[in-house]
């Protein structure tokens, strides 16, 4: 499996369990959708980790740069970050307009940054670390 598909699949995932948050909201039910915010959190904070801690610095030491686009990734997940905070907040108030308008912008950040990552990043991940490709995904699977 390469980088790219492995990441790819998880960004999917993430994407179906804010769907799941959407849905519930929309549906007036907080309880469900304050379930499924927190399993969709901890799934995207999982996924920085991986990309945090493992794939970018792979990536960095064998491109000898940290200021390229791993860098400017990192900088998008702090916000995503301050987002996913903004977002608890308007679930614990049961704020629905607050929570679509959060939504919102969380969703064009991750759909621009997830498209840098998938069609850039990812693929330039799997020309220059190819020789380690399968031992960082079984990296972050297990992480």
Not at 59 to 72: I, K, R, W
Request: aromatic fraction near 10%.
């Amino acid at each position: 499996m390469t980088i790219s598909t492995y990441m790819r699949d998880d960004h999917r995932h993430c994407d179906d369990e804010f769907a799941k948050v959407e849905r519930a909201v929309n549906a007036g039910d907080f309880k469900e959708a304050f379930g499924h915010f927190e399993n969709f959190m901890v799934d995207t904070l999982k996924h920085f980790d991986r990309e945090e801690e493992i794939l970018f610095p792979a990536f960095e030491a064998a491109t000898l740069s940290t200021e390229g686009p791993t860098y400017v990734m990192k900088l998008e997940h702090n916000q995503v970050r301050g987002l996913l905070e903004q977002m608890k907040d308007t679930l614990q108030k049961e704020d629905k307009d607050q929570f679509f308008s959060v939504a919102d912008t969380l969703m064009i950040l991750l759909q621009q940054h997830n498209m840098k990552e998938e069609q850039m990043l990812y693929a330039m991940c799997d020309q220059v670390l190819e020789e380690k490709s399968a031992q960082l995904v079984e990296q972050m699977k297990n992480h």
